[in-house]
């Protein structure tokens, strides 16, 4: 699906920075939830518990994009004549949440 106003990911630098961080953070507890894994005396509920983590951090993540999104493109749809393309868009990222 393209984008409301051209090309790219036009986030504020301090979400992009924010994300950014977060997602380095998410591969980080990845990385130790495969190395669990390959542990055969591993606890299932602390497996399941790092999982939650990252599944936790990653709704961050989404929050922080959309908040974004919300703020700088859909507040404004209107002025720009694209509304029902942002609602399209919208709808498509609810079937995810």
Not at 4 to 20: H, P
Not at 80 to 91: A, P
Request: charged share 30%; proline share 0%.
């Amino acid at each position: 699906m393209t984008d409301c106003c051209g090309s790219g990911l036009r986030l504020d630098n301090g979400v992009r920075e924010d994300a950014r961080r977060r997602l380095l953070s998410v591969k980080g507890h990845v990385e130790g939830i495969l190395r669990m894994l390959e542990d055969e005396q591993v606890y299932c509920v602390d497996v399941l518990k790092q999982v939650k983590a990252v599944d936790g951090a990653l709704g961050k993540v989404g929050q922080l994009i959309l908040h974004s999104h919300l703020r700088q493109h859909v507040a404004t749809a209107h002025e720009r004549g694209d509304t029902e393309q942002i609602v399209q868009e919208l709808m498509e990222i609810l079937k995810y949440r």
